[in-house]
């Protein structure tokens, strides 16, 4: 039943089966780019699509493979070629028989793959036939059709159209012929050789064809390509949380809703990808960086270069080296070395509290370590660009926003909530304030975050909410 065989570029040698030849679904063969040797079967004969271009093939073209182009066979120094009398009659033939037979041939052909792409069948290495740019369906993407539109679109990946550098490539701005804009996450040449980046670029590659949620960026395609790899992604118009939090303007414009609502859509995002996913998924670099912005100021969480699966058994977590963005990084992690979910929820609520002060809650952090001597007003974190807020509903979320980081931030990972107990608490009915928002403490939140989430924040009273009254 198999449809489509890509496995070019690789080390494959040997002589090809005759056998791919049976295979009746077949339409697309590639085997270009390996060490094949011997000669072509001729029983390769009814596959619509051949390429076994820049192996070690030797003697005569089939004449049942003679009409494919040059391309399909060039870099085979041992191939016989086609003489030009033979050549210049199947011309002669194809442009007298292509306007009776081409309409037909390219409306099955073009509806045969479309039917393959919507499988998305991610075991197989997939390529598209439309060439105006709008290649969403694509997956496992090879850079060979349609890469020139993206060529195009970026004058060669010219500085102008760059809006950003990351850990490992540079993120550029792209219009498509169909008028879509996405972005490209492309790895620089130098560290494309490099074995870290390469491992980081697939390993996005690979989780982000896996999860499926409304609040974690969307991979539109990819290209791995000896010529140039890159991402190619939903295109965010605000940029990264980091940059809005630190510009006045739009850090106004991002009110107390918009800022609740980004941290209960990353818990959200996380308890899917701890909980809710086949094999569960660590994303290990969760900072104010990753988490992008469209232009509604929704938040979607990005950058799975750094994540992995989280192993039952222990001693698989183990890491070699400490990873993640500085000031998001769980504590433990520089001693035990030991990844597991707690270390996501650690720097979840970094992120969660810098969303309420709009900056790093560097200090914050620091006083969780010496027993809050200095007690500090929640109101006094708050960020001072916007009005401290007088509806209920927003102070009682704040609070519990403030109260679930403090959790979160725990130094004892065992103490720290999971992720779907935060994102389960966000969900439950929001508890009335049992005293003014201008008189709650940190010390407060601090001594009490945790009946606050091990009861989903709807049963329990503690000294700074208590359950809301009412329908």
Known sequence: MLEVIDIHSNSIYGS?????????????????????????????????????????????IPNNLAHLPYGAFIGNEGLEKIDGSRRMFRVVLMTILIPLTAIPFIFYFVLHLSIIFRRRKKSVQSETVEKNGDFLSIWNYDGRIAYE?????????????????????????????????????????????????????????????????????????FCLHER???????????????????????????????RLKIVWDIAHAL????????????????????????????AFLSDFGMARLMEPNFSSNLTANIVGTHGYIAPELAYTLVVNEKCDVYSFGVVAIETIMGEHPSEII???????????????????????????????????VISLALACLSSDPKSRPTMKQVSEVFLAPKLELAEPFHSISLGQLRGNNRAVWVVGGSTENSSSLQEEQGP
Request: charged fraction near 25%.
């Open 16 to 60: 090809i089966p005759p056998k791919l030849g049976n295979l009746n679904s077949l339409i697309y063969l590639d085997l270009s780019s390996n060490t094949f040797w011997g000669t072509i079967p001729p029983t390769l004969g009814p596959i619509d699509y051949i390429d076994l271009s820049y192996n070690c093939l030797t003697g005569k």
């Open 366 to 400: 620091l006083m969780l370590s010496t027993l809050f001597r200095e007690d500090i007003m929640l109101h006094q974190i708050l960020d001072p660009r916007l009005p401290i807020p007088r509806e209920n509903s927003v102070a009682r979320s704040i609070v519990l």
């Open 149 to 221: 539109d993206i060529i195009n679109a970026t004058e060669d990946f010219d500085i102008k159209y760059c809006i950003g550098t990351g850990g490992y490539g540079s993120v550029y701005r792209a219009r498509l012929p169909n008028g879509k804009i996405v972005a490209l996450k492309k790895l620089h040449r130098l560290e494309a050789e490099d074995p870290s980046f390469d491992k980081s670029f697939r390993n996005e590659v690979k989780h982000l064809t896996e999860v499926r949620h409304r609040s974690i960026i969307k991979l539109y395609g």
């Open 271 to 298: 308890s899917y990808l701890h909980h809710d996913c086949a094999r569960p998924i660590i994303h290990r670099d969760i900072s104010s960086n990753n988490i992008l912005l469209d232009n509604k100021m929704q």
């Open 228 to 258: 140039c790899m890159f991402l190619v992604y939903e295109y965010m118009e605000r940029g990264s949380l980091f940059c809005v939090l630190r510009d006045d303007y739009e850090a106004v414009e991002l009110d107390w809703s918009k």
